[in-house]
């Protein structure tokens, strides 16, 4: 039995037991989002295979440079957010608000970046809809893509904002002064989820943007 | 022998029930116990809600003509139908009501891992099921529970887009209810309480979570495209497009089939439990019980082709398939033979949820085996989309399901409310129900060999018989359904206290008061015996003293 502590909730015996269950939670959390994004991965498999070229054709109406600038600036908040999980570890409050103010401040430059990308799919018609318009005979199944791109990104995107809401969430209460050596499995817990969704984006970005890139 | 304890002790100790009152004690609570009667509360109403669009369904096939409702109307009611019993009755039954209230004391833990998400699960569920609630009263859906595309994505001009984010809302309730479960199971356990101690009900709720943690996310997204597919002309399963229709069948039996041994797999459970107690001995092969149940979760992802042998896919994929369908047979007639094998030379007794236990044997049997014609690629494409697939899945869901669901409700029911139900009613319910269930369904497989397609809203009048028949047992059905219901709520406030242990069984739940205090147990127990063991415990011996004094008469030793 450890020593009673302020954070351990009613159910657990001690906060070892606590910090077992919350990490399971979430790695049983993040299975249930492999196969939520499965299907989609899935439909992407199924749709390429019927039309390679449209896909390698539509894919290059998109910005190499931004996505790959994304692709950079996600991997850098993943470091910071693994410095704020140490920081947290070594009970360092004030490295630990850095961090998550990092992390928190490069994923909305994801954000940003992934909406100027978005505002200029719709200024060139590029929006699945009756306003789609592509030259060629792939003209359909380029919109197939395009209907692929925006559920897959902006699923992606979806998670991102969550994620920063709860980074921000953290950073509140780590500025509170809640977290300590002993009780931090949150940062934990969070910076799990923070590098699933950084994953999820490192499959997105080469299946999306990278295909036929030579031509 | 101990004097069955009174009322008033029952009153006076502090339990679940009545540690704090008012209503927002209930809407607030975080004991599981409580989060269960909610759920008992919702998957109620929603139960009786599908059973009303069932009966409609009924009265309008008393005649061939249809002449009760429209042919659209009729298209809405069993799409209906479907839609509120699997996602709001059937999946979240024995899970989110037992399996909530159970699981925690029967491994002899406080609460569950996370109460609050366990809450949270709660009012996700009702929040889909007003949603749902909401296109029903605005007008309906009539896609079929199965939503296919393109229908349901470019034709169908109903509420398809409301009726799919209720079911979308209501999955994350189960995912989170399944993710809880398995973190429970894993690091709450009690000392002493290992892996092969668990009681089965753990072990099948525990495979079952594995399906609702892999298999809800899928169906969620799937159906989230098909509304996105209405909404922003996303064509993924728009051939228009270049999409493909089949990859949604593909997508929604991956889930779909599976969620069927989310409805069965509980079932089993209880079944388990009521088969070992009214046997008065140990299980026979706990082991394989508990492989079994595993192996079903894991087999039932690789069998959804079985749904698609005629909509087109390649004849090996369709061969495969069929051959993995043939192979879910195996643990599950592995369960049913060691349920049998405990039976043999036990001490039997009748007691009623013995009656739904053996009733569950039985119908589940009479489902399985015809799920085996129906796993057979030729058989299948002659009944394909007839009556017989409707009285296959019936008799699984609602013969092997609902049945095992209400024998848990009888057996848990002296744990849940403290208090003992009307013995000789409850049997006789029993009986209703099987003989009603028998004679709903029993004419449909009759019904769909001859050829009569399922979701007609009108029929040749050479099938009236049967449908009369059917339609009849589904009027018995009912009776048997209600009856239940007016006695467990007669028994909350007049009936005789059940004490501890009324059956007597062996689980870490029957050594708690009833109903169990608001943290179970007043010291966490230390496991130190084997579960199931009957043998060793000259001490229960059924009945108990309580319920023989209350309802069977006398015991033999009393006379």
Redesign the interface.
């Given at each position: 039995m450890s020593e009673a502590h302020s954070a351990l909730?009613?159910?657990f015996?001690d906060l070892e037991?606590q910090r077992?269950?919350a990490s399971?939670?979430m790695w049983?959390?993040l299975?249930?989002?492999i196969?939520?994004?499965?299907?989609?991965f899935?439909?992407y498999a199924?749709?390429r295979f019927?039309?390679p070229e449209?896909f390698a054709e539509a894919s290059h109406h998109l910005n190499v440079a931004l996505g790959g600038i994304n692709t950079a600036v996600l991997i850098a908040s993943s470091l910071t957010m693994a410095l704020a999980v140490h920081a947290a570890q070594v009970g360092q409050r004030r490295a630990l608000m850095g961090f998550l103010t990092l992390t928190a401040a490069l994923g909305c430059v994801f954000l940003l970046i992934k909406g100027i990308e978005y505002a200029d799919k719709f200024q060139h018609h590029l929006v699945?809809?009756?306003a789609f318009s592509f030259a060629g005979p792939e003209a359909?199944?380029a919109?197939?893509f395009f209907?692929?791109y925006?559920?897959m990104t902006g699923?992606h995107a979806l998670h991102m904002v969550i994620g920063v809401g709860v980074v921000v969430v953290l950073l509140v209460r780590a500025w509170k002064g809640r977290y300590s050596v002993q009780y931090h499995i949150p940062i934990e817990v969070a910076g799990l989820y923070w590098h699933f969704v950084d994953i999820i984006w490192i499959f997105l970005f080469p299946l999306l943007y990278l295909i036929d890139i030579h031509h | 022998m101990s004097t069955a304890p009174t009322a008033e002790v029952v009153r006076r100790e502090e339990n679940y029930l009545n540690v704090s009152y008012g209503i927002r004690s209930w809407l607030l609570t975080t004991d599981h116990k409580r989060i269960a009667l909610l759920y008992l509360a919702s998957v109620t109403v929603f139960f009786f809600l599908g059973g009303v669009f069932a009966v409609l369904i009924r009265l309008n096939l008393f005649t061939p003509t249809g002449d009760l409702v429209s042919a659209a109307t009729y298209n809405k009611l069993f799409t209906m139908h479907g839609v509120v019993m699997i996602f709001f009755f059937l999946i979240p039954s024995i899970p989110a009501v037992l399996g909530n209230f159970l699981i925690p004391l029967m491994i002899g833990a406080k609460d569950l891992a996370f109460p609050r998400l366990n809450l949270a699960s709660w009012y996700l569920f009702n929040m889909g099921g007003l949603i749902v609630l909401y296109s029903i009263l605005s007008g309906g859906i009539d896609t079929g529970w199965t939503f296919y595309t393109p229908f349901s994505s470019v034709y169908s001009n109903t509420h398809v887009v409301s009726t799919i984010f209720g079911i979308f809302i209501a999955g994350f309730s189960s995912i989170l209810t399944g993710l809880n479960f398995i973190v429970t199971i894993h690091t709450m356990r009690a000392p002493g309480m290992t892996w092969f101690r668990l009681p089965l009900f753990v072990w099948t709720h525990y495979a079952t979570s594995l399906i609702f943690v892999l298999g809800t996310p899928v169906i969620a997204i799937t159906l989230a495209l098909v509304a996105a597919e209405r909404l922003f002309h996303l064509g993924i399963f728009n051939p228009a497009l270049g999409g493909d229709p089949l990859l949604f069948q593909h997508l929604f039996w991956f889930y779909s089939h599976p969620a069927v041994y989310i409805m069965v797999l509980p079932a089993m459970g209880v079944t388990t439990e009521l088969i070992t107690t009214f046997a008065r001995k140990k299980l026979f092969g706990y082991s394989f019980v508990a492989a079994a149940s595993l192996a079903i979760a894991v087999i039932g992802f690789l069998v959804w082709g079985h749904h698609m042998f005629v909509a087109g896919q390649s004849a090996y994929a369709a061969m495969i398939f069929s051959l993995l369908s043939y192979l879910v047979a195996i643990p599950s007639a592995v369960k049913v033979f060691n349920w049998t094998a405990t039976l043999y030379k036990g001490s039997v007794s009748w007691a009623t949820p013995m009656l739904y236990g053996l009733g569950f044997i039985g119908l589940f049997v009479m489902g399985g085996l015809t799920g085996l014609f129906l796993a057979a690629l030729g058989v299948d494409v002659h009944v394909h989309d007839t009556y017989f697939v409707v009285a296959h899945f019936h008799y699984i869901m609602v013969g092997g399901a609902v049945m095992g669901y209400l024998g848990g409700l009888h057996y848990w029911w002296p744990k849940i409310s403290g208090r003992l139900y009307p013995e000789a009613l409850a049997r006789f319910a029993a009986i209703v129900l099987f003989i009603g269930f028998n004679l709903t369904f029993f004419p449909q497989f009759i019904l769909g060999y001859l050829g009569m397609p399922r979701r007609y809203h009108a029929y040749p009048p050479e099938f009236q018989v049967l449908n009369v028949l059917s339609t009849a047992g589904a009027s018995i059905l009912a009776i048997g359904y209600l009856l239940p219901m007016a006695y467990f709520i007669w028994s909350m406030r007049y009936g005789p206290a059940a004490g501890p242990n009324p059956w007597p069984a062996t689980g870490l739940e029957w050594l708690t008061p009833s109903p169990p205090p608001p943290h179970n147990f007043d010291e966490t127990p230390t496991v130190t015996w084997e579960p199931y063991d009957f043998p060793n415990r000259p001490d229960l011996k059924y009945p108990s003293p309580v319920v023989a004094v209350r309802q069977l008469g006398p015991t033999p030793q009393e006379e």
């Open positions: 909730a009613e159910q015996r037991q077992e269950v399971l939670g049983v959390f299975v249930t989002e196969m939520f994004f499965g299907g989609l899935l439909a199924v749709a019927l039309h449209a699945p809809g009756s359909r199944p919109e197939l209907s692929l925006f559920a699923l | -």
